[in-house]
């Protein structure tokens, strides 16, 4: 993409309302703008990385063994009030009345409405297990939004919903989302650590929020140290016993949110404990009957009996991992995009636009990198070499391939690498397949 | 995907709510449910459909230069008031009300939100041309939703918006837009013809409707016999005068919607008019300054002088042509599917699951499908041959491979082409030759 073709509005100065960095980077990098409080449009650089991020989310479902569907934003209030969660959700649930009068509401969450779907749908013991989940824009009315996307109104979560025969095979199927999660993450560039939490509106016993780890996080967070050198499993284990083993490998650990902390009860010694921020970007909940009871999700059992179906259902916040990511990583310069997630792989630098030659050669390796099947942004337009850095700083594509005349002099170019700074002059064929590998 | 894990609740009945094929089909075919009047959820099949026609839609707006944002689904109600279309839009407009009182609702298009945001970041003539789309859901409150998807509430549709200098430069990116649209239309496998066609409330003097052609269409069309043998565009051609003479071929027939077609002033012999039924699947717009006079969207020209844009707006429904693609394209048994769009490519029928035998041989065959980068859906269940044929009849797949125990004795399976009926035997590694093509 040529950026003179492009629309990145950057912004030279912070702007005022924005409180922390990843809602600062967001405006000035140009990937949002706010439309009302707490909901953005998303420009083409945001777009881009939300595409990206949701993309993971959706191969590590798959992988899984989750069925994508695709629910609706807007539902009818009856649901609700089947289940019970109609009044209970107050105020930060968008109510809505169509034009004959009737009680809508935009989707914050979808256990009633997939609830709903499998009952009319499923009948039988032998179609379990299932587990379908949607990415879809959901709407909270947050009292007071915040942190731009971070604790936005309109958000894009994946959420999905597992049902099954008994209560051991909706571990099991806890479990699955539990590693499909540590693979997620990992993916994306994070360390998340799984955490026992709060049920809160969902409900259930079993739960554990994922909390990335970053300085400027949301929440204090307690954790081991032994979780700073685990890895996520390369391949995901589909055997229940191998699933449990790797749930259980990240849950033996001590790691605790503020609330659940107590230093009266931590059985982790000082020294091994490392008290940290947070941000929870994922959530998983197995709550049994609670909705599939008062609903009436049933099927028919192996002895002809008729079973309650047991349900856990899993949230990741996609639009608000873009924020997570950059509140990870980040500098005083800028964003530093993970490469999986990054809006494209490198910046390419004019800076001699003067120059027939010196533009004729970065066309050429425009095309190049193109051809080669590398996502370039190519910074064609005349802007002065400082204004032309400081900006691909700013936007934190992970590589940048400077090309100026006096190097073309000596037939080379500046390949730099955005995370750890260094600098190194090549020509441009080995920059290429350097960058190609 | 193994039917037997996957989420495909076909109906052999046929819904006493449905009235036309698209609807019936796609419910049949357990593709959508409904959530509320005009609202659905899509299952997994359908969900399938969806992203291959939004991801069509996608590839050739981007290979025409316009650039990809996501604007939320909420918008404030302000932005309409400034332009007057508060009042105008009546009651299919959805308004929302936010916990504090504040006026929103649920975007039925974004004429104003894009000129608001292009407004507030634009301000040099060199940045123009611009052209800014996005895919989402928007809303519209219909007062008697039906059709299924064809006439709903809740609808995802493409919008674009062109921002340029003179009302000659952006005839020019209404040209781009519908030259497009025929490729878009084209890879979807439809034959969908311009007319020229009333602007409603989105305003402007130059407009064009792109209709499908289907016996199930919803209104009448007349069109020259010409436009029968015609083809859309093979590569897009970025000059001007090209874009303006493919255009010019396109319009030059005649061709009119019901509400224009006048016998008395219809200037093409009865003999080469064709009489037919269109649906509506593309709208393209140019309305010069109707919303950025009003809206104050300007730039500074090439002389200093401060210069109003000139815009048009371009939207696809893209939901609504899951349904326009099965009204063309379906007969008595049920759908049938053009490859571009079909969830899978393949449909592999184990009509032998009680031999051990056959079910290897189909396991193995399902395994060679995948590993040559062909969707597959395996039908492994132990439903009956009669059952499992007229299944795949219904969900249209392009292509089905039956295999059965006497079949596999003289080592052949049996390829069935949806669309022509056409049955081969044949042996099973040419069945995966000839798909691999």
New interface residues.
């Given amino acids: 993409m040529r950026l003179s073709?492009?629309?990145l509005?950057t912004l030279k100065e912070t702007p005022a309302e924005a409180q922390i960095a990843s809602h600062r980077l967001m405006l000035r990098a140009?990937m949002i703008?706010q439309?009302?409080a707490g909901?953005?449009?998303?420009?083409?650089l945001?777009?881009?990385v939300?595409k990206k991020i949701e993309q993971i989310v959706r191969e590590e479902q798959d992988r899984a063994?989750a069925?994508?569907?695709?629910?609706?934003?807007?539902?009818?209030a009856e649901l609700w009030m089947e289940s019970g969660r109609y009044d209970d959700y107050g105020?930060?649930m968008?109510r809505?009345e169509?034009?004959h009068g009737?009680a809508?509401l935009?989707g914050p969450t979808n256990e009633e409405?997939i609830t709903?779907?499998f009952r009319?749908?499923?009948r039988s013991y032998r179609d379990l297990p299932?587990n379908?989940y949607?990415i879809q824009?959901k709407?909270r009315?947050e009292?007071r939004p915040r942190f731009g996307v971070m604790r936005g109104?309109?958000f894009l979560m994946k959420d999905a919903y597992s049902f099954d025969l008994t209560a051991e095979d909706g571990v099991n199927s806890y479990n699955a989302m539990f590693v499909a999660y540590l693979r997620t993450f990992a993916r994306l560039g994070l360390k998340a650590i799984p955490m026992q939490a709060d049920t809160g509106p969902i409900g259930g016993d079993l739960s554990h929020e994922f909390l990335v780890i970053a300085d400027t996080g949301e929440s204090e967070v307690y954790f081991e140290e032994s979780f700073t050198t685990m890895s996520a499993p390369e391949a995901l284990d589909t055997d229940s016993a191998g699933l449990q083993a790797i749930v259980d490998s990240w849950t033996t650990p001590y790691a605790a949110t503020e609330e659940k902390y107590d230093p009266a009860t931590c059985p982790v010694s000082s020294e091994k404990l490392i008290k940290g921020r947070g941000i929870e970007v994922g959530h998983i909940f197995f709550f049994g009957e609670k909705y599939s009871a008062p609903m009436n999700a049933t099927v028919q059992g192996p002895d002809g009996d008729t079973v309650t179906v047991q349900m856990g259902s899993y949230g990741i916040g996609v639009s608000r991992l873009v924020g997570a990511i950059i509140e990870a990583s980040h500098d005083d310069n800028g964003i530093i995009w993970p490469e999986s997630v990054a809006p494209f792989r490198v910046g390419l630098l004019n800076l001699g636009t003067k120059s027939e030659e010196c533009t004729s050669f970065c066309d050429t390796l425009y095309n190049d990198l193109q051809a080669a099947g590398i996502e370039v942004l190519y910074d064609d337009t005349s802007a002065g070499a400082g204004a032309k850095f400081a900006n691909m700083d700013l936007i934190g594509l992970p590589w940048q391939i400077a090309v100026g005349p006096r190097g073309l002099q000596n037939g080379v170019v500046e390949l730099k690498n955005r995370a750890t700074g260094e600098k190194v002059e090549l020509n441009p064929l080995d920059a290429l397949a350097k960058l190609k590998v």
Same sequence: chains 1, 2.
């Fill in positions: 073709r492009y629309f509005p140009g703008r439309g009302a909901i953005y449009s998303w420009l083409p945001g777009q881009r939300l063994g069925l994508e569907v695709l629910m609706p934003t807007i539902q009818s105020k930060e968008l809505i169509d034009r009737r809508m935009y409405m709903d779907i009319r749908e499923v299932k379908l949607h824009w709407f009315d009292i109104r309109e």
